[in-house]
Every structure is written in C-alpha cells, then in structure tokens.
C-alpha cells in the first residue's frame, strides 16, 4: 500500500530565506503532484511532475521528482510573505485504481 | 478558476439533519472525487465516481452516500448530521487520459450546529 510523507509539516521562516519540503512515499510511482492551499480556500495545482529527474519551476518555487529515491522536493527561493500556505503533494498509486495518495500537507509560514 | 462548481459554498445545520452537496465537474471530464478536509486537516478522500459509476471508496461514512448522474453532475448526501461533520467538503474532477491531475472546486464548507 502505498504511503506519502510528507516533511516537515510546519515550517516557519522569514522572508528572504531558502528553504525545502519534502515529499517521500513507500512504492513505485512515476508521478507526482504539488498543490497549494491557501485558508480555508480551494486547493490549486502547482506542479505535475510526470517522469524520473522532472524538474518544473514557477516563479520562487522549484519542484523535482527522484522515482529511483521515492522523493520529490519543493524548494523555495527567497521566500515572501505571499507564498505563505499549506502545501500538498500527491502520488499516483499504480496498483489501486489509480487512486491519489496525499501528504499530510507542509503549513507554511513567513514572517517579514 | 478550475472548471469544478459546487453548491451550496456555506451551509448551517443541526444535527440530526440531512444535506445534499453538488458538484459539476469540467467540462467533459468523466472522473468526481469527493474529500472531506475538517480544521487544519488534511484530505480525507471519500469516494470516486466514473462516468455514473462506483469506481474507488475512502472512508466514507455509512451516513454517507453519493452518485453521479448520466449529465455527470455528482451529488453527496450527508445524513444523522453530527457536530464531527463540520467540515469543508471538495469535489475534483480529473480528464480522461492526460497528466492524471486533479481540478478542485471551491468546496462547500459545512457547519453542523
């Protein structure tokens, strides 16, 4: 059965600063999802990372897939205040229906 | 905006109560799942609809039900309303085919007084 952990899932940082989630989970799985959510708001795709070393980026976010290591990072860049949210990735589960398996979601902070 | 519509976006009740909750998906996806998020929680996925039938089922509530329709629209009923049910409740869709990506609507946030 596949499981998604996801770490840390509380963060508190300042603006400006560089800092990683990260996205572990327990069998094969070649995609992987990154979604934002923002208070008691809808939940927005970030990132669809679909293949083994995929890397995508927008803005200050950048997000990679290892399949070999099961990990997937979502690194900010000099963060700002505005990016402060929680955040969710998601994997593909092979062997059940193609079901979405979540992480329990990183809660971001930043503080100016 | 994802394309996912869903009503009521607040709804007040007591329990003991009964509510429906509906969602229409994108336009031409074939595929609705429904989570339940309490307070600072994470996605409890509850059930998954394909083209108006069962596919997959999380833990759902036998107070709970749902079913989607032959125009693709689903529906969650929610019954014997408890103060544990307030919660916010999503429905996403998902393309046939494509990345597999989920699009969430702006959920219906239920409160069980």
């Known amino acids: 059965e596949l499981k998604v952990e996801q770490n840390p899932l509380f963060l508190s940082m300042q603006e400006g600063k560089n800092y990683t989630i990260y996205c572990n989970y327990s069998?094969?799985?070649?995609?992987l999802y990154w979604y934002r959510q923002d208070p008691g708001k809808s939940l927005e795709s970030l990132f669809v990372l679909l293949s083994n070393g995929a890397v995508k980026q927008e803005g200050r976010l950048m997000a990679s897939l290892d399949t070999k290591a099961r990990l997937s990072t979502l690194h900010i860049t000099a963060a700002v205040h505005d990016l402060s949210a929680t955040y969710f990735c998601?994997?593909?589960?092979?062997?059940?229906?193609?079901?979405?398996?979540w992480g329990a979601g990183t809660k971001l902070i930043i503080k100016p | 905006d994802s394309g996912v519509t869903q009503t009521p976006k607040h709804l007040i009740t007591a329990t003991g109560q009964r509510v429906t909750l509906r969602c229409s998906p994108r336009s031409g996806d074939l595929s609705v799942y429904w989570y339940q998020q309490s307070l600072d929680q994470g996605l409890q996925f509850l059930i998954q609809?394909?083209?108006?039938?069962?596919?997959a089922k999380g833990n759902i509530l036998e107070r709970f039900s749902a079913q989607q329709f032959p125009d693709l629209h689903s529906e969650l009923n929610l019954s014997s309303l408890e103060l544990g049910d307030s919660a916010l409740y999503f429905c996403a869709s998902r393309g046939h085919g494509g990345t597999g990506e989920l699009f969430f609507g702006e959920g219906s946030r239920l409160t069980v007084l």
């Open positions: 998601a994997v593909l589960s092979m062997d059940s229906n193609y079901q979405l398996i």
């Open positions: 069998t094969t799985s070649d995609r």
């Open positions: 609809y394909y083209n108006g039938e069962e596919r």
